[in-house]
């Protein structure tokens, strides 16, 4: 289960960092900071577990963020989405952690 928590941690943690990147030209620049900055909190989790939690709040507030900010509006479905992959990697963070 540690390596499923770790892969997903990973992949989460750099896909958001790299959609931040590619979308600096799009949205304001302090969205992009605070991904990058909480994909690093997520990424540093896997050191300092105390850290996962604070990574996908800031992310998921980076992503109703970009909504307003791309759209106008918040896309449900797509911070549904984020809302179940965090609540999956929170779940098997919590019963490693025990």
């Known amino acids: 289960m540690t390596i499923l928590l770790t892969a997903l941690v990973v992949v989460y943690g750099c896909a958001m960092a790299a959609a931040a990147i590619t979308a600096c030209h799009n949205v304001p620049g302090w969205l992009v900071l605070g991904a990058l900055l909480f994909s690093g909190c997520l990424l540093l989790g896997l050191y300092w577990y105390w850290l996962i939690p604070v990574g996908l709040v800031g992310l998921l507030g980076v992503a109703i ?6 759209y106008g509006h918040v ?6 989405v984020r809302v179940a ?4 990697i929170l779940v098997l963070r919590w019963t490693l952690q025990k």
């Open 75 to 80: 896309h449900w479905r797509h911070v549904l």
């Open 85 to 88: 992959v965090s609540v999956i």
């Open 65 to 70: 963020g970009n909504g307003y900010a791309l």
